[in-house]
């Protein structure tokens, strides 16, 4: 039977990211709430709890999902590189509305699905959502609906179409943004868009250059992905060079069982309120080990729903 948490307790805030950090940890399902939507959410690198999740959405591995960080330094752990304007749109955007697709460490050990190659990162603007992640690391997560559905904007929403398929439900109150986060390419030599929403074209290109295109589709209010759904892939249909064999991820090798915080996130700042502004992170140091102790290994949603592979003509899913 699903455990519920209000948030709005301290009490029951601190009891219910507890409970929600053992649940991933078991490979159970969760349900956050998110800037944008309310998110489901598994552990990004036990391959059988991202298939959980994609069963309890409805879905299959060629929709996967994007993964959610609680720090900049987890993110860039995740990706070969941010491009030329990436690290300029992260500094300015994250946490937030913002879901970008980088090619995806080769060093990774994980199964997010039919990503190409690719991973979809956003960090969200949301102190519950950032808290749960600095203790768990990266998680897959996707908007809290069953495919076709309207994304959820409270628990109660995600409740009804989800039921005891999440172990752990947080209760955030209303999502404040409704609106799922825009996604933006970063695989190619110029940044394209895949999906407008919640940063706006205008603040976009007073950051970076950008390469729009007439079919990239428009999130209604309440469809999209709260990570920013349909994002993994080239957006230029091309596909990746074959990624290496992944070996066991050195973060994952000293990683601590249970609920413990986990060791791309040790040691990283504690969550930004929604109302203070954002500082950016030093970038991560290079090498196998980049940012050990703020650093995440993940690749997906999502957000929460940053999730479906891309073609040409731009993001497959919700």
Not at 193 to 219: H, K, N, Q, W, Y
Request: charged share 20%.
């Amino acid at each position: 039977m699903s455990e519920r948490y209000d948030c709005s307790d301290p009490q029951q805030r601190e009891a219910g990211i507890a409970a929600a950090t053992a649940a991933v940890s078991r490979g159970e399902l969760i349900v956050l709430p998110t800037d944008t939507v309310y998110g489901i959410g598994a552990d990004a690198f036990t391959p059988w709890a991202v298939s959980r999740l994609l069963a309890a959405k409805g879905r299959g591995r060629d929709m996967p999902p994007p993964v959610l960080v609680g720090t900049v330094r987890a993110a860039t752990a995740l990706v070969e590189d941010w491009g030329a304007f990436g690290q300029d749109l992260v500094d300015q955007f994250w946490p937030g509305g913002l879901t970008l697709v980088s090619r995806a460490s080769s060093t990774l050990a994980w199964d997010l699905g039919d990503t190409r190659g690719t991973v979809a990162v956003r960090m969200p603007l949301h102190a519950v959502a950032l808290d749960l992640l600095k203790r768990t690391g990266p998680m897959a997560v996707s908007s809290a609906n069953i495919t076709g559905n309207p994304a959820a904007t409270t628990a109660d929403e995600a409740m009804e179409q989800l039921g005891d398929s999440v172990a752990v439900y947080l209760d955030g109150g209303p999502c404040p943004g409704g609106v799922a986060s825009t996604i933006i390419d970063l695989t190619g030599s110029v940044p394209r868009l895949l999906r407008a929403g919640a940063i706006s074209m205008d603040r976009l290109r007073e950051v970076a250059a950008l390469v729009t295109g007439e079919d990239a589709p428009v999130s209604g209010s309440l469809n999209g992905a709260a990570d920013g759904s349909a994002a993994h892939g080239p957006a230029n249909g091309t596909t990746p060079a074959p990624a290496k064999p992944a070996a066991p991820h050195p973060l994952e090798a000293a990683a601590p069982t249970g609920p413990a915080v986990h060791p791309v996130e040790a040691g990283a700042p504690s969550a930004p309120s929604a109302s203070a502004p954002h500082t950016p992170e030093p970038a991560a140091p290079a090498g196998p080990r980049a940012a050990t102790d703020g650093a995440d290994p993940a690749a997906a949603d999502a957000s929460v729903d940053t999730e479906t592979p891309m073609d040409a003509k731009g993001p497959a899913g919700e």
